[in-house]
């Protein structure tokens, strides 16, 4: 579908214009995020576990593990204010590429860039910039998760 825009070029429609793509997930951090600081700003990784819906109460519990992603603001204050353990609201948008693994192999990684992150809970205190040498020791790689 083309759009026009005021200078009357045509251009695509973009998933957020459709409202398509559109991800929302609540659920808790695995781990402290990681925070850089890059040439398009602020950025902050964090990895998140989802509760699966059951109708057995008996049953395992089970999660999926959504890898997350955000800038600017919203990363600041997800690394300034997370915590292992916290819960966290995202929406955003659920992105997917591959990479070459070592062996050759090609790996599929989905990945939400998230716009809009709300935490719900307060664990600890406000981290400061020298705290971001300490912390970041490296991202979730999903070969290391559980499953």
Not at 2 to 9: F, L, T
Not at 83 to 112: D, H, M, T, W
Not at 129 to 137: L, Q, S
Request: charged fraction near 25%; glycine fraction near 10%.
């Amino acid at each position: 579908m083309a759009v026009q825009n005021n200078n009357g070029d045509k251009k695509k429609n973009t998933y957020r214009q459709a409202g398509l793509n559109n991800f929302t997930g609540l659920g808790r951090l695995v781990m402290d995020p990681i925070y850089n600081d890059t040439k398009y700003g602020p950025l902050c990784k964090f990895t998140i576990a989802i509760g699966r819906m059951s109708n057995d109460p008996i049953a395992n519990r089970r999660a999926d593990f959504v890898l997350c992603q955000c800038w600017r603001e919203a990363a600041k204050t997800v690394f300034e204010y997370g915590r292992k353990g916290a819960l966290i609201g995202v929406q955003g948008e659920l992105f997917s590429f591959s990479i070459k693994k070592p062996n050759g192999q090609y790996e599929k990684i989905c990945i939400v860039n998230c716009f809009k992150a709300v935490l719900y809970e307060y664990r600890g205190n406000k981290r400061t910039p020298e705290d971001v040498e300490k912390i970041n020791t490296g991202y979730l790689d999903p070969g290391n998760l559980p499953f």
